[in-house]
């Protein structure tokens, strides 16, 4: 965090627990069993998750998704982005304090790494100002290594969602794979050495148009100024005021006092809330800081609904509806057809007019033969040349489809017609065009 000089104030955060402290630590724990298990599943004998960006295929819970898909990805982009802003708009920045990697690998890594080498808050701001000791360098060589470790092992990790995790963690990966992760790893060593809160504070997106989501009805963290002011004085205690122990503050991740009013930095991570329902119940009295809203704190009720989360669940239920009836009426195999390269057309000795094509499928389905069957509509007397197939489980070939139409019923230079890919439970219709020479041209 900046000081009023425009420098940096380092932020030797203090141990805070308490029930919303306990609760954290229970859905990092859930955030890493997925995060780190997940690359290890797998559904119908693929990876439960894996974008593998080189065949461009999505493997997701027993389901293949290509480049043909891409209006499902729309659909999961918008439907993130809206449930992003519903989210916030009901709770705030909540995501951030319990569900942000950021937040989650400072807390679960690298604040108790620093603690257990470095010792409390107290301890580390007198062993910096002490100079470089032995003692100092050995300890922060010692973090910077665990440090180092655990950038490493997140980076290897979120890699695994794009190579396979049993081909990158035995180092059979290509050469760039290793190199990102080199790269991530890095930026999360710096990250984790140095940047901290200031990602947040000021790269975070998430943080600069949450304002735009939010209204008075919003969750948010907020210090009850009407029960704690004015603070101090010998009868603070007694008067359930604030007794200006400051925890509050030396608690807080991104550094700034809550007691000032709502701030753009604060990720409601409620370590304010422990630290003063802890300080406050040693004297009988409740909290000075809670989750609240605007609206609350000035007397009002508190909404749920309300114009904007309204119109941002209505937008999701749409999302959500579209969605599903595209994946219910989607085709599990991939075809396109394409006029093969060297002649628009051929006129044969028997008086028919040839062309050929290049029909490319692909067996999406990961577990699962199927069974092809090709026929052309759309042109009378044609004859179709195409062999029935068969295509094993993520399978693709390419092949040759020829269609013969006799010279007197080519009557123009183009002639529109429909190439139908049957699978048995599921088909395909391609649209393309049979070229001839026209009426009354002969071989």
Known sequence: MLG?????????????????????RRTFLVLHLILFGLPWLHVGGTPALLLDLPARRLYAFGAIYTATDTVLLLLVLLFLAFSLFFFTSLFGRLWCGYACPQTVFLDAWVRPIERWIEGERTTRIRRDKGGWTWDRIWRKAAKWSLFALAAFVISMTFASYFTPANVLWTGQASAV??????????AWFLDFTWFREQFCNYLCPYARFQSAMTDDNTLIIAYDPARGDPRGGKTAKLEGRCIECSKCVTGCPQGIDIRNGFQLECITCARCIDACTDVMGRFGHESLIQYTSLAKLAGRKQRFWRPRTVAYAAILSTILLTGAVLVNVRVPFEASVARAPGSLYTIDEDGFVRNTFLLRVANNRPDEPL???????????????????????????????????PVEAAAARTLPM??????????????????TAGEGVGP
Do not use: C, M
């Not at 420098?7 to 306990?22: C, E, K, M, P, S």
């Not at 794979?177 to 890095?186: D, E, M, P, Q």
């Not at 052309?376 to 139409?405: D, H, K, M």
């Not at 049957?422 to 065009?433: H, K, V």
């Open 4 to 24: 009023f000089a425009g420098t940096r104030n380092w932020v030797y955060l203090q141990h805070i627990d308490g029930a919303f402290q306990r609760l954290r």
């Open 418 to 435: 429909r190439v139908n890919v049957d699978a048995g439970t599921s088909a395909r219709t391609l649209t393309t065009t049979f070229k």
């Open 371 to 405: 069974s092809f069957a090709v026929t052309v509509e759309g042109i009378e007397q044609a004859e179709v040349v195409a062999p029935s197939f068969e295509l094993a489980p993520e399978e693709g070939r390419i092949v040759p489809l020829v269609v013969r139409v």
């Open 177 to 186: 794979s290793y190199g990102l992760v080199a790269f991530f790893a890095g």
